[in-house]
């Protein structure tokens, strides 16, 4: 299975496999069913995520269900204004 996919509804790629390079990812980024992804850091570091953005109610949005990043990652993209769809309480 492939890292990073790119959605239909998406305006820019989605973000590579962690460690790959990831530079203004914003909009949609869907990772979800992907076993192999922990390690989001280079998503966290990424300036394009958390800022003003017109589609999606001005709010990215992250799908990390069905992933095995940590509950305190997607609570550092919460902590961005991000939408993040997690298996995280």
Excluded: H
Excluded at 42 to 64: A, H, I, K, S, T
Excluded at 75 to 83: R, S, W
């Amino acid at each position: 299975m492939v890292a990073g996919r790119r959605d239909e509804d998406a305006t820019l790629p989605v973000i590579p496999r962690a460690g790959e390079g990831v530079s203004n990812v914003q909009g949609r980024v869907r990772l979800e069913a992907n076993l192999d992804l922990a390690d989001i850091q280079p998503l966290l570091d990424n300036p394009g995520l958390g800022g003003p953005y017109p589609e999606f109610g001005g709010r990215d949005l992250v799908g990390l269900s069905s992933t095995n990043v940590t509950c305190e990652d997607v609570a550092l993209l919460e902590a961005k204004d991000i939408i993040v769809f997690s298996d995280c309480p």
